[in-house]
């Protein structure tokens, strides 16, 4: 099993990212998905899960403004991340629940 994450970039706050995780070896769609972040010197963190009924949960740090979804046809689970401010900045990485499988990250930076 592979996840590969990527999308990542430099934004300026206000701004909007999708990242995109690419998986090899299992279906997304029969599995439960998660996104985390991890900034410097801190724990990494849930920002969002998808059970494989499709339930999503956000912390409220990013309700309302993240949101996951998936696309079984192409196998992947996407981060559409909306009104990106600098506190978001950190290493965004994918992890199929279940199978305790992490992809290897993409860095999210924002700033003006």
């Known amino acids: 099993v592979q996840l590969q994450s990527y999308g990542g970039g430099l934004v300026q706050p206000g701004g909007s990212l999708r990242l995109s995780c690419a998986a090899s070896g299992i279906i997304l769609g029969a599995n439960p998905m998660a996104w985390y972040r991890q900034a410097p010197g801190k724990q990494r963190e849930l920002v969002a899960s998808m059970a494989s009924g499709g339930f999503t949960y956000y912390p409220d740090s990013v309700k309302g403004r993240f949101n996951i979804s998936r696309d079984s046809a192409k196998n992947t689970v996407y981060l559409q991340m909306n009104n990106l401010k600098p506190e978001d900045t950190a290493v965004y990485y994918c992890?199929?629940?279940?199978?305790?499988?992490w992809g290897q990250g993409t860095q999210v930076t924002v700033s003006s």
């Open positions: 992890r199929a629940t279940a199978r305790n499988v």
